[in-house]
Each structure stands twice: as C-alpha cells, then as structure tokens.
C-alpha cells in the first residue's frame, strides 16, 4: 500500500508544473574539437533555485534519467558512449525511497561523438531529461549544433527594432550571486499546498453535511459491516471504499496537469484573463442558486445507474465502482463545492497541483466517516437524524459560493481597469450578502426546499450572530477612512487604492511608486537613493496580504516611503497594450518568439530574463547603478521583510 501511495504522489508531482513560465533550465552549448573525427559536445545547463535536474546515471524504478541521443534519421555521427557528468551528488527520495544522483544549480555534460563523414559540419542531438522542484516537467530539446562553431540559422529572425527593444530588457546586474542565494523561504510552496488542501478537507466536511451524502454515511457503513459474517473483511471493504473515494477525487484532477505540461502558461494565465474570470463568476452563481433550491444540477441518471450497476460484480472492483456511484449521485451537492475549488485552485499561482491537493483534501474529508464508522459502528447511534438542517446547510453554502463567486468579478475588473468594482463596492456587496445570510439564519427569509420552522436552534441562533459580527467587522470598509483595514481579509477585497475616493496615489498605501522601470530608475539616479523592485499583479493575493500586513506596519512603511525608490511593475497586466512603438518580438533562448504587446508581457519577461523567476509577489534590491544590493525576497513575514530593507540600506551606504 505505501509503495501505491507514493507512487500515486508522483504522479501528480510529475503532471504538475512551477508557477514560472519559463523552463526552469537553461541549456547553452559548446563544441570542443578532439581530433579530425571527434568532439566534445557541451552542455552547460544553469538550473533555477531548488530545481534538480536527474543523471543519466539515475537508478532504476526512479525519477526519470538524463538521455541524449541522436535523432531518427540523422547519420555520419555516432555516440562515443555515455557522456561525462559534473558536480552531481545524491539527494534521498521519499517517493522511491533511495537515492538519486541529481545535479543542482548547474550542470556540464559532455557528449563526445565520432563522425563516420568527415563531411559532416552540423549535427543534431536530443536532450532528454526530468526537471523537479515540487512538481516535475519534461525537458526534450533537439539542439542544431556546428561543429565549426558557427551560429546556426533557424530561420527564425527578429527585426532590428524588436533586437533593440529586447536588448533594453537585459539588466546589467550587478552582484548577481546574491540572486542565486535567495531568501525566499523553501516551505513556502509546500506551505502554501498544505493551505489548499486544508481548504479542500474542510470542502469536503460541508458537503458531509449535505442531504445527497449524510444520508449514505449509515447506509453504507451498515451494508460493509453486515453483507459478510467475517467483520474483518467487511471493515476492510468499508476502508477500501474511502480509498477509492479519495482516488477518484485525485483523478479528477490529472487532466488538468496534462493542460499545464502542454503550455505551462495555461493555467498561469487564468487568474489575469478577463472572460475566464467572468466565467468562472458565472459558473459560481449558477451554482449559489442551485444551492438555494431554485433548481438541481445532475449528472445524466443513466450513469448512476451503469455504475451502479457494475458495483455488484463484488470484490476490490465492485467497491471501486460503488464509490464512482457516491461521486455521481452526490454530484448536485458536491458539484458546487468543487466548482468552487476548480476557480479557485487554477486561479492560483500553484495551478493544477494546487487542484490535486484541493481535491486530495476533500476526498478524504468524504472519506473518513464511512472508514471510521466502519471501525466504530457503534459510533453510527450518535449521528444525528437527516431533516431540514441538511437543506439549510446547502442554503448556507450558497450564500458562501455567491460571495466568493465576486472575487472572480473582481479580478476581471481589476485585470480590465473597468473601474467598477471597487473596494468600498465590493464590500458593500459583501456586506448585503452576509446581511441577507444572517436574515435567513433567523428565518426571516426563506427559500424553495425550507421546512417550517417552530422553533429556532441554537447552532442556528449562534451561526447567525456569528455572520452579524461578521458583517460588523467588514463594514467600516465602505467608508474612506476606515476603523481598521480587514486584514483578515487581505487579498480578497481590490486593493486599498483601488477606491470610489481620491486617494492621494494609484500605489499601495499613498506610496510614491513608479510603474515603469526607467522612469523609477532615473528617479533614483536622481536622488541617490536605492530601489524597492516590486514585481507585483493585480490578481496577486500574496502582493496584497503584504502591501496591507507588512508594509503597512510603521517601521517598514516609514523605510520605504524615506529610504526607497518603489517601482511596482504589475506582470499581469494583459490588458493595458503598449503603445505601437513600443510593441516588438522577443527571441527566446530557446529559438521561440514571444509577442510583447502589453504592459504584462513586458514586465513579465524583464523579471524573467534578470532575475530567473516568474513569481509574485518577488522584492529586489537595487542601487542606482543597477547593484544587487541584498538577496530577492517573497512572502514573508513583517520581522524578516524590515531586517532585509535594513540591510539593503547599509549595503548601499557602504
């Protein structure tokens, strides 16, 4: 089982990919003459911070091995055995449970070759490989190579306008060491993993409390405990049966990975596109109505009832299928909540794995009861009757699918510069939804599947002075100088600049801030003071917990409204075009063109080709002259965040 288990957590570290657009490596080559008929191809390949590229050297029944061959077709050259392998050095896995031979930061591989034509001046090799950081790609890269040295021609060309305006992109950094020693804390991701699947488990506890699955909870423990006199096999069918429960929910996520493995900026791109986000608003309120009772959202019955059907073959396959029929007929109460964590994972910076962990989570939250009351029968005497509390939760929940469903309405807005749903806008929505929640919660208003109500309970009475205090604590954010700030919401609501009232800039706080790098650059060419790089977005939650949390505390605040130059430059703003002169191609390293016709494409690519990262928010030090003055921040905390802006300024003074 365990040997299953890790193999099915491979499997979606493997389909998954890093938030960065890019490939996570980058590989140059060189050519080293040996004698008239052999030579030394080079690979020297730079990995981004924390990936590891695998040996071909690999063991067996492991992450997949380093391989280069020549392509089909191609002769008067052959391998000169394996190629030679530098600075590897071993790094255990807890999926195979062995070691791996994996190479970290750089890589030089060398392939000799032999021509059996001396006519031979331009070769083709495949580099084959697996890249890993938290999730896995593929990197399958045919290379032309001269063995004269020469460049090769692609036919692929750029015009002298856009090699002008691409070379403007490329810094000329200084200190660049101190990029590849980021501070950015390494559990962030696993942390932030760990979040969505918390999200997903609790998903899942509420669906448990829906009138499509409690009522199978007893039903289903009582038909494993008493279709076989041997209690041990029944109690192994009920927790094989939430096994399968759990894998199907994972599955339903793999082919979201497949998505992100085909263009890397799939997914990515989601949580910036307008009509996605539209839709995914769309979808949501589709679903809060469901919820209400005005109608029922159902898989065809016929495949209910074929699975159903294919349930009775009996053993493991028949439990499987009995678990695939759960997932089907409970689809009108769980497909909200999924649809809910669909938007909601894949507008997030970890994509599909972020999904797969959702839907881990919420797998095994339906999971759990019909294993524990399977161990525990006598457990099933204390779960309470099915009756109309089971409707009220879905109400409840409809409520809380309408309010995140304007999160998505918000991003479009936001992403479009419609100016529409502004901050005090947004929360006022909030504020009548919670409103009209808590109204219901005291049965002053009521909805198509309610029971009548003689008597309120007091979870219910609770629950609704609950979401009043609620809306008491959101409601100073409709006024222009609010109480406090909803810190506890940061991230959700547009950002405090975004607002119906002048505000004193478009900038996080009333900062100064640039939006355009040369602009900020010449600033502090200026005033000799050090720059704040802020690679930010409009639909960054992360950007606004730390603008609203930790630049706002008086100390960093102070820093950087005195100390620093902030230049916000937002990689996601697809929307905004550049001006027709400022628009061009830019070559890849890789031989592909990228079309730079935004504001987002710009700025998106500049982070990229300085500073080989793709994510938001990323902070960098910078002194006038273009030195790195401390090492790249993340998210973090207000504590770290102050010490590493103090310590750019004492390395700037120096």
């Avoid at 309120?285 to 009996?314: C, H, Q, R």
């Avoid at 399977?374 to 809380?400: D, E, I, R, Y």
């Avoid at 706080?509 to 355009?516: A, E, N, T």
Wanted: aromatic share 14%; net charge neutral.
């Amino acid at each position: 089982m365990k040997k299953f288990i890790n193999f099915l957590i491979l499997i979606i570290a493997f389909s998954g990919f890093s938030q960065t657009e890019e490939n996570p490596i980058e590989i140059k080559t060189s050519v080293k003459k040996i004698s008239e008929t052999e030579y030394d191809i080079i690979f020297n390949a730079t990995l981004y911070k924390g990936w590891y590229l695998y040996s071909q050297y690999n063991p067996d029944e492991a992450s997949l091995p380093l391989e280069i061959t020549i392509p089909e077709g191609e002769n008067g050259y052959k391998l000169v055995g394996k190629a030679d392998e530098k600075d590897t050095f071993k790094k255990y896995s807890d999926v195979w449970e062995k070691e791996e031979i994996v190479f970290k930061d750089k890589a030089i591989i060398t392939q000799r070759i032999e021509l059996t034509n001396k006519d031979i001046t331009i070769i083709k090799l495949n580099f084959f490989g697996q890249v890993c950081e938290t999730a896995c790609i593929n990197i399958d890269e045919l290379f032309t190579i001269s063995l004269s040295g020469a460049i090769i021609n692609n036919d692929i060309s750029i015009n002298e306008k856009s090699k002008e305006l691409s070379k403007k992109l490329k810094l000329d950094l200084i200190n660049t060491a101190l990029l590849k020693s980021s501070t950015e804390d390494e559990n962030n991701t696993s942390n932030g993993l760990l979040n969505i699947f918390l999200l997903g488990f609790v998903g899942g506890l509420l669906a448990l409390l829906t009138p499509c699955v409690f009522p199978m909870i007893p039903l289903t423990v009582s038909f494993f405990t008493k279709q076989s006199k041997n209690k041990s096999k029944g109690v192994f069918n009920a927790i094989l049966y939430g096994f399968f429960i759990v894998l199907i929910y994972i599955l339903l996520s793999i082919p979201f990975h497949f998505l992100d493995n085909l263009d890397p900026e799939i997914l990515n791109t989601i949580s910036t596109n307008v009509w996605l986000n539209i839709f995914f608003f769309a979808v949501l309120v589709f679903f809060a109505f469901s919820f209400y009772g005005f109608y029922e959202i159902t898989l065809p019955s016929s495949w209910g009832n074929k699975m159903d059907n294919a349930s009775s073959v009996g053993g493991i396959i028949g439990v499987f299928f009995m678990a695939l029929t759960l997932a089907i007929v409970s689809f009108s109460c769980t497909g909200p909540i999924l649809g809910s964590l669909l938007a909601g994972s894949l507008t997030s910076d970890g994509g599909a794995t972020q999904l797969t962990a959702g839907m881990s989570g919420f797998g095994l939250a339906l999971a759990l009861p019909f294993a524990l009351f399977a161990l525990f029968p006598n457990w099933l005497n204390s779960l309470p009757k099915s009756g109309g509390w089971l409707n009220t939760t879905k109400v409840v929940l409809g409520f809380l699918e309408l309010a995140l469903a304007f999160k998505f309405l918000s991003n479009a807005d936001l992403v479009a510069h419609w100016d529409l749903l502004k901050r005090e806008v947004f929360i006022g929505i909030w504020v009548v939804l919670f409103i009209g929640l808590a109204l219901y919660l005291f049965a002053k208003i009521k909805f198509p599947h309610d029971s009548p109500i003689k008597k309120l309970s007091f979870s219910r009475i609770s629950f609704g002075f609950l979401t009043l205090a609620f809306v008491v604590y959101i409601s100073p954010g409709v006024l222009k100088n609010p109480t406090w700030n909803l810190s506890l919401l940061s991230g959700f609501p547009p950002p405090q600049f975004y607002s119906i009232y002048e505000q004193e800039s478009d900038c996080p706080l009333g900062l100064d801030c640039y939006k355009d790098f040369d602009e900020g650059l010449a600033k502090a060419k200026e005033v000799n003071k050090p720059i704040l790089l802020d690679f930010t977005g409009w639909a960054c939650v992360n950007c606004r917990k730390m603008e609203e949390n930790v630049w706002s505390v008086p100390n960093v605040y102070q820093t950087l409204k005195n100390d620093y130059i902030l230049i916000s430059l937002y990689v996601d703003d697809n929307e905004k075009e550049l001006p027709k002169n400022q628009q061009f191609d830019f070559l890849k390293e890789n031989g592909r063109i990228k079309k730079i016709k935004t504001v987002g494409d710009k700025w998106s690519t500049f982070q990229v080709i300085n500073f080989k990262n793709a994510s938001q928010p990323y902070y960098v030090l910078l002194s006038p002259n273009l030195e790195i003055l401390n090492t790249a921040q993340q998210y973090t905390d207000k504590e770290t965040y102050y010490s590493w802006l103090q310590k750019g300024l004492q390395n700037f003074k120096k």
